[in-house]
């Protein structure tokens, strides 16, 4: 029991120590050092801290519009993080705390974390290298795990993502470095694929001047390169084809809210015909009298062909 009261008592001076502030009395509040430290902690707190955000804030805008808005978050959010630090260990020092024996103990806690922290250190390790390779930037659209939307954030943790109906979701870096990133805004331009099939009736190479004609007069369709339209296939009730259409990036929806009408209409015109299922139903006599006392009154076959003319 003896060594149990000591090891107590031990600890409590340990924590004395530590916390010297604690044991000041009025008398030396009111002293003048003690007025100039808290002097001192003021200022690092309501003029350094302000200071620290405006400076790193106009930094990242600066960087955003000279470099790309990534380097300029990552630098911004760097200069914050440190400072904040630096201003931290300055308050607690000013404070009176012992700034070796707190490092001394955030050493000791740190191993500790670390092991408990061992997603979190991977997320941080992935995010140091999707800074570096940078295969995407800030308003760009990916598709990453199945989820498509516009880049809002790059985090040391995680990147953020803002989808078409306006949904945020957070993708850790760990499963962006393992996982497949699309990035469909990388290049100035793009190519939209349509599928198309006409009946077996139709004349093939009169069905692709007329895919090219209906390209080449979409105002959105670049004259370089040019239209592509090839024959992807021939399907069960079809003749398939394939238009390739270049666009810039931007002009993706306008694009295919335009090209795919304006092919319906100019196919409608030359009486082209757009084949789709036709089902058949054949009633055989002698199973429809067969089956006149049983619980179903007849039998059928449904087979799916496609339109006569």
Known sequence: MSILFQSIEQGFYQSQSLLPIATLDFNDLLSKQSLQSFTR?????????????????????????????????????????????????????????????????????????????????????SGIFLMLERPFQVGDLLEIAGTRGFVVSIDLLSVKMRTGDNKLVRLPNEAVIKGQVINYTHYPIRRLDLNIGVAYKEDIRSVMKILREVADENPYCLDEPTPVVTISGLGDSSVNFRVGAWFVREDFINLKDSLVPDIKERFDAEGIEIPFPNRTITIRKEDAEADTKADFPMSFEVSDEAPTT
Do not use: C, D, H
Request: proline share 2%; no cysteine; charged share 10%.
């Open 41 to 125: 902690i003021a200022v690092w707190l309501f003029a350094v801290w302000p200071l620290l955000i405006f400076t790193s804030g106009a930094l990242r805008k600066t960087l955003g519009r000279r470099v790309t808005p990534q380097t300029g978050m990552l630098v911004a959010k760097s200069l914050s993080y440190i400072g904040g630090l630096i201003i931290f260990f300055a308050v607690l020092r000013e404070a009176g705390f012992k700034i070796s024996t707190l490092l001394g103990a955030a050493g000791v806690a740190g191993i500790a974390f670390g092991f408990a922290a061992q997603t979190s250190l991977s997320n941080l390790i």
